[in-house]
C-alpha cells in the first residue's frame, strides 16, 4: 500500500474542487502564505497552474505535512470542511489497517512465542487496572517538555516480552494510547541484529501488513511514534558509538546495531516515544547512557502467585504446602521462582522427587542443587533407575553446545549447531518433549535451553567433565578465563554460570553427575578455582574489576566454610551493592569468613517494582529484618576501618544496631558513611553516643540527610573531651539559623576539627558572621572548610577576609557557587596577601565574577607565598582576564593549579 501523501493524494482532493472554488483556492492560498510568513511560492506559477501543477508545487516549497496543513486551512475558508474531514478519515484508515494486522499477528502468529509450560497459567484476563498501569507508562513529570523513554527491566523470564504483547493487543484493540500514538513498531534485538545492515524505513516495513508501508504518512507525525525495543542484552553493543557514526536518516541503510543505537541515543526520529526492556544486568551497565524518563523494575511472581503453582502442579494440596514450606526457607531459591518458569521447574522438581519417594529437602539446598536435580531427572527415563548410555551422550552435547552458545553469545541454535557438538537430528523430537530444549520464538528450525539459566548450569556442567581443549570449537575458552569473565562481569549476559561451578564442586553435587557418568570427577577444578582468587589479593586492579556480590555468590552455592575462610582472607577491600534480602543474606555468608577486612563499602539500590497485579510501584529499600546478623560482623572483623553505608535506607532500629556495634570497644572503624541514608533527628542522638564512645572514629559523612534539630545532639558531643572526629560533612542536611550557634560552639571547643563541610544548607551572611567569629580566633584548628551553595554574598567576604588574615591553620577555602562577586574576591585577596593568612585553595566556581577581578587575583598569585590552586570555572572570563592570570601564573611558581 503507498503512503497516502506521495501518491498525488493532495490533487486528488483539489480535483474535487469545482473552478470557481479552484480560483477562491488560488487567491486565499496568497493571502496565507503572507499573513503566516510562509515560504513564497511565485504568484505567476501559482495563477496559471493546474490542479496537479498545484499540488506539486505545494509538495515543493513546504514539507508534505505543511502542505496538507494549508490545504486544510484553505478548505475551512471555502466552506469545504467535507473534503478535510474526509482526508483524515482516509488517513487515520492506515492506522485502523495497521492495528487490525497486529491483533491477527499477536493473537495468531504469537501464539507459538509463548509455546512454554507455565504459559496457562500466566494468561489470565487483561484488566482494566493493567490498562490503566500501561497508560501511566507514559506519563510522567521527568517528560513533560521532551519525549517519553521507559525502560523496563528484569530477569530473563520474568515476563518482559509477554507484557509487551499484552500492551501492543490492547493498543491494537482500542483500549489504549488511542490519543498517544498512531503507530506502535516492535523490535526484538535478537531477530533483528540477525539483518546485519538495515533502514529504519526496513524495519517498520518488516512490520506492515503488505510490502510497501506508508512512510510518510507514518513519519508525518514522529511524536505519535511508539518504538518498542525488546531484549536490548541482545543487541550486542554498548551505546559508545562516537556521535559521528550514528544515523539520522531514516531511509539510510546502516549496521543495525548502529541504528538502534542512533534510534535509542535520540539521533533519529527525537520526538518519537521509546519503551525498551533488558535484563537488570543490562540496564545497570547501559542505563546512564540512554536518556530515560521512567524505569520500572519487573518482579514477576509475587508469593501468592508462586504457592499457587505449586497448588495447581501438586494434586495432593499438603505436599503442595510442604514443597512450598521447603522454599520458602530458602531466599535464594524463593527470589528465583519469581520468574514463572522457574517457579514452574522447580515445582516439578520437587514433585518428582516426592513422586520417586525420595526427600525433597536436598533439592533445595541451594539454586545449584535444584539444577542438578531437574536436569539429571529430566534425561533419566521413569522406569529407569540409572541413565542410559544415550542419556549420558546427550547431556555431554548439551553442555558442549552450551559452553559454545556462551563464548558466542547465542543462544538460539540450529541444527547444524546441534550437530557439532554431537546431538543428531533424532534427539530433537525427545528434547523437545522433556522440555529441556524449546522451539526458537524468532527463527524457524532454530532452538534455545528452557531457559538461560540452564544453559548457564549446562556451560558449568562442561567444566567439570570436560577440557576446554577438547570442545570443536576454538571460541571456548578455559575455565580460568570463565571465572574471571564472570566476575568481572565482562558479558552482562553471564547471570549464575560462576556459580553454578562452585555449586557444582559441593559433596552432594559431585555425588549426583558422579553417579549419572558413571566416574569419579576429577578435583582439579577446584585446586584451579583457588589459584586464580588467590591472584586477586595481589592485584589492586584487579580487585577494583571483580564484582564483590558476583564471588559471594559463588562461594555461597559451593557451601565449603574451608575454602570459603581462605579465599575471604585475600580481601582487604571489599564493595558491592544489595538488591535485596537475598543479597543480604550472601553478603552476610560470606563476610563472617573475612578476618582481613579493612575497607567495606556497601549500599542498597531503589528497587521499582512491578507486582503479579500489574501495579508499579517505587520504593526506597531498607534492610528488611534480622539486620542484627549483618552488623554482628562488623564488630567481629577488628581490621575494619572503613564502612561505607550511603544511599542505604536506614530505619530507626538500624541505626541504632549500627551504633551499638560502633560503640563497642573491640570496633575499630574509623571512617563512616551513612550519606544519603534518610536518617533522622531522633537518629543523631545514637551518633553522638558513637562520637563520645569510639576512640578510633575520626571520619564521619551524614550528608543529605533531614536532620536539622538533631544536630545540637551531634554538637554536644563534638564538644565532649572524649571525641576524636577529625572530619565531618554536614552537607544539604537542611540545617536551619539555630544550627549556627551550636556549630560556633564546636568551633571554639573542639581540639580535633580539622575539616568542615556545611555545603547546601541556607547559611547566609548572617549565619556565616556567627561561624566567623570562633573561626578568626587564633587557636582555632581548623583547616578545611567548604560553603558551596550557602547563599553567601560579597557582604560576608568581609567576615571572612577576617578569618583568613587570623587563622594561620585554615588552608582550604571553598566557596564556590555563590553570589560572591568581583566586589568580594577584592576583599579577600586583600586577606590572603597578607604573610599571616595560609591558605593554600581557594574554590570561586560559579560566583559570578568577571575580568574585573582579575587584576586583584594576579596580585595575589604574586604575593601569596602559600597559594596553590584557586578554581574559577564557570564565570564569565574572557581572553584577556585569563591572560593577566596567567603571566601571573609564570612568575608566581608555587601556583599549581587555575582551574578555569
Given amino acids: 500500500m503507498a503512503s497516502f501523501f506521495s501518491d498525488y493524494g493532495l490533487m486528488w482532493y483539489l480535483e474535487e474542487l469545482n473552478k470557481k472554488e479552484f480560483m477562491k483556492f488560488k487567491e486565499l492560498l496568497k493571502e496565507d502564505i503572507v499573513q503566516c510568513g510562509l515560504k513564497q511560492i511565485p504568484w505567476t506559477e501559482v495563477k496559471k497552474a493546474s490542479r496537479e501543477d498545484l499540488a506539486n508545487l505545494l509538495v515543493k516549497y513546504y514539507e508534505e505535512k505543511k502542505a496538507w496543513d494549508v490545504t486544510f486551512r484553505i478548505f475551512q475558508k471555502i466552506n469545504r470542511k467535507d473534503l478535510s474531514e474526509r482526508a483524515a478519515r482516509e488517513i487515520a484508515g492506515y492506522t485502523k489497517l495497521y492495528q487490525a494486522h497486529l491483533k491477527k499477528k499477536l493473537t495468531q502468529d504469537w501464539s507459538r512465542k509463548f509455546d512454554f509450560p507455565i504459559q496457562d497459567f500466566v494468561k489470565q484476563k487483561v484488566s482494566q487496572d493493567e490498562y490503566s498501569q500501561f497508560e501511566h507508562l507514559f506519563i510522567s513529570k521527568a517528560a513533560e517538555k521532551k519525549p517519553h523513554t521507559v525502560i523496563l527491566k528484569g530477569m530473563a523470564g ?69 518504538f518498542i525495543i525488546d531484549s536490548l542484552e541482545r543487541l550486542n553493543c554498548d551505546l559508545t558509538e562516537p556521535e559521528l557514526e550514528l544515523c539520522d536518516n531514516w531511509i539510510e541503510k546502516r549496521p543495525v546495531h548502529i541504528l538502534l543505537s542512533s534510534l535509542l541515543r535520540r539521533k533519529i526520529l527525537p520526538e518519537s516515544s521509546l519503551l525498551i526492556t533488558g535484563t537488570l544486568e543490562t540496564l545497570d551497565k547501559l542505563e546512564d547512557r540512554i536518556d530515560y524518563t521512567e524505569m520500572k523494575a519487573m518482579l514477576g511472581f509475587d508469593e501468592s502467585s508462586r504457592r499457587m503453582c505449586f497448588r495447581d502442579l501438586f494434586p495432593d494440596k499438603n505436599r503442595a504446602q510442604e514443597a512450598f514450606r521447603l522454599v520458602r526457607e530458602n531466599e535464594q531459591v524463593f527470589t528465583l521462582c ?121 556451560a558449568a556442567v562442561f567444566y567439570l567433565v570436560r577440557n576446554h581443549t577438547d570442545h570443536p570449537s576454538k571460541d571456548v575458552r578455559c575455565i580460568e578465563t570463565f571465572l574471571f569473565t564472570f566476575l568481572k562481569k565482562v558479558n552482562v549476559q553471564w547471570i549464575l554460570g560462576g556459580c553454578f561451578i562452585f555449586g557444582l564442586l559441593h559433596q552432594s553435587e559431585q555425588e549426583k553427575l558422579e553417579a549419572f557418568f558413571g566416574y569419579q570427577l576429577s578435583q582439579e577444578v577446584k585446586q584451579k578455582l583457588y589459584r586464580c582468587l588467590e591472584t586477586v589479593s595481589a592485584n589492586e586492579d584487579l580487585q577494583e574489576q571483580v564484582d564483590s556480590m558476583k564471588l559471594f555468590y559463588c562461594l555461597f552455592e559451593m557451601d565449603d566454610e574451608a575454602f570459603a575462610v581462605q579465599v575471604m582472607n585475600f580481601l582487604q577491600q571489599v564493595k558491592f551493592v544489595v538488591k535485596d534480602f537475598s543479597d543480604l543474606m550472601v553478603a552476610a555468608y560470606c563476610l563472617k569468613y573475612c578476618s582481613t577486612l579493612k575497607k567495606l563499602s556497601f549500599s542498597m539500590q531503589d528497587v521499582l517494582q512491578f507486582e503479579q497485579e500489574h501495579s508499579y510501584m517505587v520504593n526506597n529499600v531498607s534492610f528488611l529484618c534480622n539486620n542484627y546478623m549483618f552488623f554482628e560482623l562488623l564488630a567481629q572483623n577488628r581490621n575494619l576501618r572503613y564502612l561505607n553505608l550511603s544511599l542505604t535506607t536506614l530505619s530507626h532500629s538500624d ?23 534518610q536518617l533522622s533527628p531522633e537518629d543523631c542522638k545514637l551518633l553522638a553516643s558513637v562520637l563520645t564512645n569510639s576512640k578510633t572514629l575520626d571520619h564521619l559523612n551524614i550528608a543529605s540527610n533531614s536532620l536539622d534539630k538533631g544536630v545540637s545532639s551531634l554538637c554536644k558531643a563534638l564538644c565532649h573531651p572524649d571525641c576524636v572526629l577529625k572530619y565531618l560533612v554536614l552537607a544539604n542536611c537542611s540545617l536551619s539559623e539555630q544550627c549556627w550557634d551550636y556549630l560556633s560552639d564546636v568551633l571554639k571547643q573542639n581540639k580535633t576539627l580539622e575539616h568542615l563541610d556545611i555545603s547546601s544548607n541556607d547559611l547566609k551572611d548572617e549565619g556565616l558572621k556567627v561561624l566567623c567569629k570562633p573561626l578568626s580566633l587564633p587557636n582555632s584548628i581548623l583547616q578545611t572548610l567548604h560553603l558551596r551553595r550557602c547563599l553567601i554574598t560579597a557582604s560576608s567576604c568581609q567576615d571572612l577576609s577576617e578569618v583568613l588574615s587570623n587563622n594561620q591553620n585554615l588552608k582550604s577555602l571553598q566557596i564556590s557557587n555563590n553570589k560572591i562577586e568581583d566586589a568580594g574576591v577584592k576583599v579577600l585577596c586583600d586577606a590572603i596577601k597578607q604573610p599571616s593568612c595560609h591558605l593554600e585553595i581557594l574554590g570561586l566556581q560559579a560566583c559570578e565574577l568577571s575580568d574585573a577581578c582579575c587584576e586583584d587575583l594576579a596580585s595575589t598569585f604574586t604575593h601569596s607565598q602559600t597559594l596553590r590552586a584557586v578554581d574559577l570555572a564557570e564565570n564569565a572570563l574572557n581572553r584577556s582576564g585569563l591572560a593577566m592570570l596567567c603571566e601571573a601564573l609564570q612568575q608566581h611558581r608555587n601556583i599549581e593549579r587555575i582551574l578555569g
Fill in 338 to 458: 519469581q520468574v514463572p518458569l522457574l517457579c514452574w521447574v522447580l515445582a516439578t522438581c520437587l514433585k518428582n522427587e516426592i513422586d520417586k519417594g525420595r526427600d525433597p529437602a536436598p533439592a533445595c539446598r541451594r539454586t545449584t542443587s535444584m539444577y542438578t536435580t531437574y536436569i539429571l531427572n529430566l534425561l533419566i527415563p521413569k522406569s529407569a533407575r540409572s541413565p542410559s548410555k544415550k542419556s549420558q551422550d546427550l547431556l555431554q552435547g548439551l553442555c558442549s553446545l552450551a559452553a559454545e552458545g556462551m563464548w558466542t553469545d547465542r543462544f538460539a541454535f540450529s541444527e547444524e549447531d546441534l550437530r557439532k557438538n554431537g546431538i543428531v537430528s533424532s534427539d530433537i523430537p525427545m528434547l523437545l518433549n522433556i522440555k529441556i530444549f524449546l522451539k526458537s520464538r524468532d527463527f524457524r528450525n532454530f532452538y534455545t535451553f528452557l531457559h538461560p539459566s540452564v544453559q548457564e548450569f549446562c
Fill in 158 to 226: 520474568i515476563g518482559k516480552t509477554l507484557t509487551l504483547a499484552r500492551l501492543m493487543l490492547a493498543w491494537s484493540e482500542g483500549l489504549i494510547f488511542q490519543n498517544k500514538f498512531s503507530y506502535i513498531f516492535y523490535f526484538c534485538c535478537q531477530e533483528v541484529t540477525q539483518l546485519k545492515t538495515a533502514s529504519l524505513t526496513e524495519l517498520m516495513s518488516r512490520e506492515w501488513p503488505s510490502p510497501s508501508a506508508p512512510i510518510m504518512e507514518i513519519i508525518s507525525q514522529p511524536e505519535k511514534l511508539l
Fill in 655 to 677: 541505626v541504632k544496631l549500627l551504633c551499638e556495634v560502633l560503640n563497642r570497644e573491640e570496633c575499630n572503624v574509623e571512617k563512616l558513611l551513612v550519606a544519603g541514608c
